[in-house]
Every structure is written in structure tokens, then in C-alpha cells.
């Protein structure tokens, strides 16, 4: 019987599990719920896949990947509220700009608050978002992985896999208190409408810069 050498074997594995990734994907990503949204790119109305969740009900337990690669659930953060801005990507211009006002917004939020920012670039393309910036009191988390932040809240475009800009509240008890999507895809969602759902006590006197205008609910 003939016998391959390590690397042609180590080239057939990796081709095997790259058909066998695409195939996955392909079949998780066609059995997502779609919506034409209000949110636009350039213009366009974008296609959004994933369940839209129901303000005021439990939110699933999600799954995001942390700088190490780790999983990190949304039962992690009980106890806490929870802030969360998506965003399509931080390597443009423009996503690093939301990222950069989501940060300045929360920064005088007190510990009762996580923040945490959510997109689907690997890792390691956060990371060295983070290495230029403060983050203060913001966690980077990424969806690359499993993609199951975006089909849990409806916010994966379809054809693309990126994520929606969206602004989320989520309460101690896991329930969703604010969802709300920017018009335009990469344009902030309305931060101060967000802060409104915070009790009284935790919410800062002021904010640190003004707010995009031109926002929606989806």
C-alpha cells in the first residue's frame, strides 16, 4: 500500500477539515431566520440573518471567543448590567471610530456595568486594536468563531458575516432591556437612549462626546 509523506498527509487533513469547515458553515448559516432591515449600506437596505430577540424576555446564552481564545458566555456576566455595541469591523476606519465612542461613552460608567464591544475580527486583529487605544472599562470580544452572537440577536448580514452596528442593554437577570440598530451600518446607535434604561445610580452626570446622529430602531 502505497504511503504519503507527513507533509502531503498534513495537506490532506487541512484540505479535508477546510471542505468540511465550508460545508459546516454552509449549512448553519441556511438555516438562519432572514429580514430585510432598515439598516443600510451606502444606501441599500441590508439582509439580516439570526432570531431577533424580544425585549423584556430572557436573552439566550451566547458564546464569544475573549483575546485567548477562550469562550465566554453570557452567564458570565450575571449580576451585571450589560452594555454591548457591535460593530462590522475594526479594521476600518470607521469601525474603530464606533469603537473609540463606545469606549469614551462608558468610561464613567460604575463596576455594576460591563461594557463590552463585539465584532467578527479574529482576536488577534482586536488586539492590536487595543494596543493603540485606553480601553478603560471595555472588553473586545470576537464572533468569528462560532458566530453565535449574530444569529442569536439578528444581527449577522447575510452573504458577508459581519455583524450590525447595534447598541444592547442586558439586565442582571439576563433579560434584554434596549435593542437598537444605527441606520447606516457603520454609524452609532443612540447611546443616550441606552444610558435611559440604567437605574438613576448608574448612570454618569455627563458623557465624554457627542453622539452621531441619524439612528433607528430596527
Known amino acids: 500500500m502505497k504511503r504519503f509523506s507527513p507533509s502531503r498527509r498534513a495537506l490532506a487533513i487541512g484540505l479535508c477539515c477546510s ?83 463606545f469606549i469614551a461613552q462608558t468610561a464613567l460608567l460604575p463596576e455594576q456595568v460591563s461594557s463590552i464591544l463585539v465584532s467578527t ?43 450590525a452596528s447595534a447598541l444592547l442593554v442586558i439586565g442582571p437577570d439576563g433579560t434584554l432591556l434596549h435593542q437598537q440598530l444605527a441606520k447606516e451600518l457603520e454609524q452609532s446607535a443612540d447611546f443616550p437612549a441606552a444610558l435611559s434604561l440604567l437605574p438613576a445610580a448608574l448612570t454618569p452626570v455627563t458623557t465624554t462626546t457627542k453622539q452621531p446622529e441619524a439612528t433607528v430602531t430596527d
Open 19 to 101: 471542505l468540511l469547515t465550508e460545508a459546516t458553515a454552509a449549512d448553519l448559516t441556511a438555516n438562519l431566520a432572514e429580514r430585510i432591515s432598515t439598516v443600510t449600506a451606502n444606501g441599500s437596505p441590508l439582509q439580516l440573518q439570526g432570531e431577533v430577540q424580544v425585549i423584556g424576555q430572557t436573552v439566550p446564552d451566547f458564546k464569544l471567543a475573549n483575546a485567548q481564545l477562550h469562550p465566554v458566555r453570557r452567564v458570565n456576566f450575571t449580576g451585571k448590567y450589560l452594555l454591548i455595541q457591535t460593530v462590522p469591523s475594526l479594521d476600518t476606519e470607521l469601525g474603530r471610530q464606533l469603537a473609540k465612542h
Open 121 to 163: 475580527d479574529v482576536a488577534f486583529a482586536q488586539s492590536r486594536f487595543a494596543a493603540t487605544v485606553e480601553l478603560h472599562k471595555v472588553s473586545l470580544y470576537s464572533d468569528a468563531i462560532w458566530g453565535d452572537f449574530g444569529s442569536s440577536f439578528g444581527l449577522r448580514i447575510k452573504d458577508v458575516g459581519l455583524l
